[in-house]
């Protein structure tokens, strides 16, 4: 039997063309949560609204395409008596164990097994540990409500226009300087106690260093 109600479940991600930033931005100001929070139901798996008709789910399904998360609208399960199942067949014998020769086999004081000692095998195909099954969290969203596409949830104050008063101020002429640069004296450099000395004298008094000496005797050119 199908039921007549319906939940709303957000899938994993954002839709395709739409940042996982933006909608988050989007959810957070749907459901007037922080954008923290927002970001968490993009992680698949939370319902929206629950237990609501056809017409109603399509709704929310549409305010949040519209946001652009992934929405799905799914029927909720009838309850039915659980069918008896065939008793379960008992599982086959374990595979009996190869013989070991004699002169192989360990004593039962455990000489010769080494560190396998008392260690048992299991059969092919046993699983030796069960896996742990972990169910997906579960946020109940359904004291929330969705506003209709296009609904401003945030009324802005208008922002007044600032009134200046320019009746004080003037405009000048084309090509008028506004400001008037004072202009820069010359700097006046006194050189009276400076002379200038002869072409090849030697200002800091140093006498010149002698002819370097270099000793030739052992240079030699070829012919």
Known sequence: MQSSL???????GPREGVSAEQAAANLARLFKIDAARAAQLLGGGFVAKRGVDQATAQKYQQALEAAGARVQVVAQAVATPPATEPAAAAPPPPPEPAAVPASRAPDAAGEGAGPLAG???APAGSVIVPPETIA????????????????????????ETPDIDTAALSVGAVG????????????EIATEHMSVAEPGETLDGRPPPPPADIDTDELHLDP
């Open 6 to 12: 319906f939940d709303v479940v957000l899938g994993a």
């Open 119 to 121: 260690v048992d095998v």
């Open 136 to 159: 997906p969290p579960v946020f109940d969203l359904s004291g929330m409500d969705v506003a209709d596409p296009g609904v401003q949830l945030v009324e802005h104050a208008p922002v």
């Open 176 to 187: 008028e300087q506004l400001v008037e640069h004072a202009p820069v004296p010359t700097p």
